[in-house]
């Protein structure tokens, strides 16, 4: 099949809730074979991921994520702000969250976290040449920030501690890159 063949066709969409990050969608579709059916859609402004990396090691935070009940271990990450290059986000995020500027910040993949429900496009950064700074957590945010040597974070990777799609795809990306 050919991805022409593959495509479904939106009817009419309806907005179901208006958030202060996500809306969610419920759209009727038109499928491949003519049939049709209901897609709920997240929308989600979109997020940058830092790889902060410092020698042989990486700065990691643990924070806990509320639809998992549980501390998560994971990189650096906020959410776009409207209109805002991801870029922009990546820098405030690593002053942020960890407390570091860096000399050297270049993009490193961009990923779709959960394409089954959600549009959210996440940019990934490599950052290197880091200079401390102090941190600015936002309000509501409760993280703690630390560095690890690499190898030990792609070892909790393959044993399946580190469970996070974005600090996967980071990792496992730049240990294949630098081997």
Known sequence: MANGDLEEKTLASQEIYRGRIINVKLDDVVLPDGNRSKRE?????????????????????????????????EIPAGKLEKGEDAIVT?????????????????????????????NEHLYIFLATGLKKRETHLDEDEFISAYKRPIKDVLDDILSGKIKDGKTCYAVLKYCLQNK
Do not use: N, S
């Open 41 to 73: 859609c997240v929308e989600h402004p979109g997020g940058a991921g830092i790889l902060a990396i410092d020698g042989d090691e990486m700065w990691l935070v643990r924070q806990f994520r509320y639809p998992y009940k549980e501390v998560i271990e």
């Open 90 to 118: 990546a820098k405030r995020e690593l002053v942020e969250e960890i407390g570091y500027d860096c000399e050297h910040i270049e993009p490193f993949g961009m990923i779709y976290p959960t394409p089954g429900y959600t």
